[in-house]
């Protein structure tokens, strides 16, 4: 168990952070269109998987926006949005701010990819929502970069994450 902090206050986080070098858990969440999207559809290409609780909060909608403008520039790279917003709002918020370079995943179903993936807040105002990470997985799903980000009203570290593609 790993912890966090929310404005300072911590916050245990249940289960492990993939390791650099391991292989990425499977999952299966759900697309802007209900359709339940596993990981193996994106298999050939990079990617970045932008975890966080919720894109109506100003650090999250942040991140999708940066990840956003960087994804534009990689080559066979999709950036994965993953949330627990409905797939509704996750394209309202994509639509409203012109975002179009990433894709927007739901744990609406598929919740246990919060605890494979190490990101499950399970104490706090914010229990049963992802903490925020960062995991970039090559074309393979192997791990080539991972950070849990200790305050989760703090954004990632952006220029780690791409330093590895």
């Known amino acids: 168990m790993a912890t966090v ?14 390791a650099p070098g391991s292989t990425a858990p499977a999952f299966t969440l759900v697309g802007a269109d209900l359709a339940d999207v596993p990981l193996s559809q994106f298999a050939g290409k990079r990617k970045i998987l932008n975890i966080f609780p919720s894109v ?4 999250c909608a942040m991140s999708v926006r940066k990840f956003n ?7 066979n790279t999709v950036v994965l949005c993953i949330s627990a917003d409905l797939p509704f709002a996750q394209k ?3 639509g409203a701010e012109g975002i179009d370079n990433v894709v927007t995943l739901s744990t609406l179903r598929g919740g246990e990819f919060l605890a494979h993936y190490g990101v499950l807040q399970s104490s706090g105002p914010l229990a049963n929502l992802a903490a925020r990470a960062v995991v ?15 305050e989760i009203g703090q954004e990632p570290d952006y220029s780690a994450a791409l330093a590895v593609l």
């Open 92 to 94: 309202r918020f994509c």
């Open 69 to 75: 403008e960087k994804a534009a520039a990689l080559n």
């Open 5 to 18: 902090t929310l404005r300072g206050t911590p916050i245990d986080v249940t289960g492990t952070l993939p």
């Open 136 to 150: 970039v997985l090559d074309e393979h799903d192997k791990v080539l970069h991972a950070e849990l980000v200790a």
């Open 56 to 59: 109506d909060t100003p650090t």
